[in-house]
């Protein structure tokens, strides 16, 4: 039987329906479209009557797919994977975020190796022009946003509607708004903060979604707090629309801006500033987002068990907060796991999943020969260290012992090969430093390499040539962390200190290896940092490399296990489904 579903309006439609058999039946249309009709907006698919809730998701970043570049690191991911659960639910989900023209930026090398930064155009055909444009008022000035829409057969996720000022209607300088995703300059990020928020909230009345939740990830767009305010009278009337998701364990870490440059530049719309002190809970001369999105929201969650917990012991000081509850980050197994590992496991297949491996790896390899001219050896131990490079995530921390690290690297008992890889912040420029020093350290070594380009297809490959994905900040600076969620769903052990979602995984031993948690909080970070390197080192020296040469089996039960209990309690349509039953309840 061949039937259409779908109930939103169309303008010179030409529909082709083909019937397509695939385990069983289903109708696949072909939609040529000269112009969408976005004026009255429903989600272009059945919804599942458990996720009948309409939902607006606000995002700095989406990491949908590796052609559509504006994200730079796990906010992205995390974002993204929920989007492609969120299709594969069949929930009535909308995504809102910003089409950076430059992205986050382009890594490249500089004739020595070390790092270049490049801000290159991005171009996007399969991006759909709404034929909506709108203005905002920013720093008291009427900036023209225009709509592009990410169709959820694309690449398979939820809608995704994205905002862009780079059009002729507006000065350059309203133009950069959208240049750069997290730019340096303060005016320009309370601008697209604005954006965002604002922006984003206002878009939701041009297309007559009216979703019955604004969610925030992360406090970027916390100025459709101010926008909603205004449009209905009441903080009570935000209150029950609005829901926030915090990634941020500690105080410092989240964004605060000067009072006065928000109110200027139109953040909290014409409200009088003695009342946005009030309601946002503004004791001095700064804005603190995520404390603002805290007092509107209804409801907002931490990242990871252990974030819940951090952040209510952080927040609690504050009067007129919302509950935190926790919802654990999650990532897509459907996108990213290597279903082929996963069939010779179920099948219990050792020779084929062993092979599967080795080929998943000798193909990463030719990657990173062909960038770093290192050709290394498939059947050799390999470590990854790979994520955005942030102080705290102390990417060096075993080069620190030089000694000891060339003894680890030159052992011929147990070889071992290293890459690192991971963009830095453009101006964080400590974090350039420990690239571009490893970057250094790994001509000393034919068996060490440090790849750029740190984005989705870089990401898998990396995760699918690792025997061991390395996982070490400082506890408990890391909310939840996801890439050795998908270094597991490619067969790779993780090997981590105890924080973020590890805390919820990791059984030492079973299905990978922790760092024995200690008394941190009477610690020096030096001594932390002492402590957690020498651990490293003998957790590798003592237990890893002998598991891995001399008890092949027992090796692949480690992997697997981590393989078996990643699937299903880290796959981001449980996150999903936490969503609607925690969240948005």
């Not at 069983?24 to 698919?45: D, G, I, W």
């Not at 935000?238 to 964004?255: K, S, W």
């Amino acid at each position: 039987m061949i039937y259409v579903t779908n109930t939103f309006l169309y303008k010179d439609v030409h529909l082709i329906c083909i019937l397509y058999t695939k385990k069983q039946n289903e109708l696949y249309c072909s939609l040529k479209t000269r112009q969408m009709n976005f004026k009255h907006y429903a989600v272009p698919y059945e919804i599942n009557s458990a996720y009948q809730k309409s939902v607006a998701y606000f995002s700095m970043e989406f990491a949908v797919h590796q052609p559509l570049k504006i994200y730079s690191g796990g906010l992205g991911y995390l974002s993204g994977s929920h989007l492609r659960s969120a299709y594969e639910l069949k929930q009535n989900l909308i995504g809102v975020g910003i089409l950076w023209k430059y992205g986050y930026y382009d890594q490249a090398r500089n004739q020595d190796q070390t790092l270049q930064i490049q801000w290159n155009e991005k171009i996007y055909s399969f991006l759909e022009d709404t034929g909506i444009k709108y203005q905002i008022e920013i720093h008291g000035h009427p900036v023209w946003v225009k709509a592009f829409y990410l169709n959820p057969e694309t690449f398979k996720t939820a809608p995704l509607f994205l905002l862009s000022t780079d059009i002729p209607e507006n000065d350059y300088v309203s133009q950069t708004i959208t240049h750069r995703l997290y730019d340096a300059n303060v005016a320009t990020k309370v601008a697209q903060f604005i954006l965002l928020g604002i922006g984003g909230a206002k878009l939701m009345d041009e297309i007559n979604f009216n979703p019955s939740l604004y969610h925030l990830n992360e406090a970027h767009g916390v100025s459709a707090a101010f926008y909603l305010h205004n449009k209905f009278g009441a903080k009570e009337e935000v209150t029950q629309r609005l829901v926030f998701t915090t990634h941020t364990p500690e105080e410092a870490g989240n964004e605060k801006h000067d009072l006065q440059l928000c109110e200027k530049m139109g953040y909290f719309c014409h409200m009088p500033i003695e009342e946005v002190k009030e309601m946002a809970g503004v004791t001095d001369d700064k804005f603190n987002h995520s404390l603002a999105a805290l007092r509107y929201a209804k409801l907002a969650n931490g990242v990871s068990q252990l974030h819940g917990e951090v952040s209510r012991e952080m927040w609690n000081k504050h009067e007129g907060i919302c509950e935190i509850k926790a919802i654990t980050n999650a990532q897509n197994w459907k996108y990213w796991a290597d279903k082929k590992l996963y069939t010779y496991m179920q099948e219990n297949n050792a020779e084929l999943f062993d092979d599967r491996k080795q080929y998943l790896k000798q193909r990463s390899m030719e990657m990173v020969a062909d960038q770093t001219g290192k050709l290394f050896n498939p059947k050799t131990f390999t470590i990854v260290w790979a994520r955005r490079f942030a102080g705290y995530k102390r990417a060096e921390l075993l080069t620190r012992d030089k000694e000891r690290f060339t003894k680890l690297v030159t052992n011929t008992q147990y070889p071992v090969q290293f890459i690192w890889a991971g963009k830095p912040y453009p101006l964080d420029y400590p974090a350039i430093s420990d690239f571009n020093f490893l970057v250094n350290l790994s001509k000393e070594y034919k068996n060490v390499a440090v790849c750029i380009g740190y984005e989705l297809a870089l990401s898998k490959q990396l995760k699918q040539v690792s025997d061991v994905w390395l996982n070490n900040p400082r506890v408990p600076r890391e909310a939840s962390g996801t890439s050795g969620m998908t270094a597991a769903m490619n067969g790779s052990l993780n090997f981590s200190t105890n924080d973020g979602w590890i805390r919820e995984f990791i059984k030492d031993g079973e299905n990978g290896f922790v760092v024995p948690i200690v008394d941190y909080d009477n610690m020096t970070t030096q001594d932390q940092d002492e402590y957690d390197m020498e651990q490293l080192f003998d957790i590798l020296e003592n237990k890893i490399l002998p598991a891995y040469y001399d008890q092949p089996d027992h090796w692949r039960t480690l992997v697997q296990n981590g393989m078996k209990d990643v699937q299903v309690q880290f796959d981001s349509n449980r996150m999903a489904r936490e969503y609607y039953e925690i969240l948005y309840k």
